[in-house]
């Protein structure tokens, strides 16, 4: 296949006329300023890798609107979700999870990392099938043709020294040891069923949820089977005070000593760290992935974001609770957040909010072949409108800045994942209808509730 695009984005420019081959699901050309092919497919507009969607919580998709309609803490909009988490099982889950990706296919998102804790039945027994949570996720990632890393969360306890309750029983698996036996039947199971759309990594719900002695457990095994292992950290100011009060040390400190950080670890959020924290972040060059929608929607903080990045750890992007599904959004946010925090402008780049947007986010999922432009790596092609009511008057010379700082997910025409178109001229290609889709499913986990 031959796809011509108008403008292009390269990671260092944004180059004209750019021819790119694909063979299956790999690029194996790009080559700009040629004439355009007779048969090449046309792409209007300003074309980019496929973007990562590094923190997803699928079902949170349920909430939107709901938990804007009062105030409240985080805490209290923790209780809504759990009301959502009550209603679904492998069924509806897989259905609300289709619509919710089919949602990030027409934002331009090719690959998801879905932070996944909801494994068992309410009450905490197993289904028949011990991963069939799981598993549906996975099918309904295919269903809305884009790739996944299912990062399989261990959640052990419902604080610190304190046990799993109510809807919280439907995370556990007892212990590490009995989580790590589950997660890795299904990697095994993925990979013998050939899945070449989805990988299975490791997640530490918080260092709340895991107590410190089994920290190192799941460390271990994400390290034995080099996967990605995820962990929200430092998003509450109470999860610092609850740490430093039992263990004497912060949660960053904590993970440290417990093995859990490094360049396949991922840190979302990250909100309230010290100086110190920062350092242990930078030097074992663990990636941070930033959420801002729902760091601003729930009132968490602005992260040192440009502090953690000058320290050595790269920055990941993701839509976390989706108040919106926008990685626009969340890439503007970095800068414009940062703005906010220092009255100052300037902090990041467009070149370096698009890498966070692809490249990065591709690396911290496990999927380093994954978010360039370039010859071996995985066709994804994402094209943005440069004529749309946001972007017109765009010129090439300033095409990634409009992209960044102007686009919005609506403005996203053209999608290719794996070499797969999936999304044109707007629309999704496997889901006729995606916000029939994303109603119908919403309305069957939030009747009544």
Known sequence: MQWYAQLAWLGDRVATDVLIETDGERIVRVESGVPAPPDARRLTGL???????????????????????????????????????????????????????????????????????????????????????????????????????????????????????????????????NWARRVESLREKTQKAGLSHARVGAAIHSVRAVPREQLRAVASWAQEHRAPLHVHLSEQPAENDACLDAYGMTPTRLLAESGALGALTTAVHATHLTDDDIGLLGTTTTGVCMCPTTERDLGDGIGPTRDLAGAGSPICLGSDQHAVIDLFEEARAVELDERLRTQARGHWTAPELLAAATSNGHYGLGWPEAGRLEPGAYADLVTVALDSVRTAGSVPEYAAEAAVFAATAADVRQVVVSGREIVRDGRHLLVDDVPAALAEAVAAVTKDA
């Not at 409240?72 to 099982?89: C, E, H, N, P, S």
């Not at 996944?148 to 604080?159: E, F, P, Q, S, W």
């Open 47 to 177: 074309t980019l890798p496929g973007l990562a969607n590094a923190h997803s919580h699928a079902f949170h998709r349920a909430l939107r609107s709901r938990v804007q309609a009062h105030s409240g803490t985080f805490w209290t909009w923790r209780d809504q979700m759990y009301k959502v988490a009550d209603r679904l099982d492998p069924d509806t889950y897989r259905t609300l999870a289709t619509a919710v990706f089919a949602e990030m296919a027409l934002a331009g998102i090719s690959c998801v990392g879905e932070f996944h804790y909801l494994h068992h039945r309410p009450g905490g027994a197993p289904y028949a099938e011990p991963n069939a949570m799981g598993e549906a996720l996975i099918a309904a990632a295919a269903d809305a043709g884009i790739r996944i890393t299912l990062l399989d969360a261990c959640y052990l306890t419902g604080g610190i020294d304190r046990p799993l309750q109510g809807s919280q029983l439907r995370f556990g698996d007892g212990t590490a040891g």
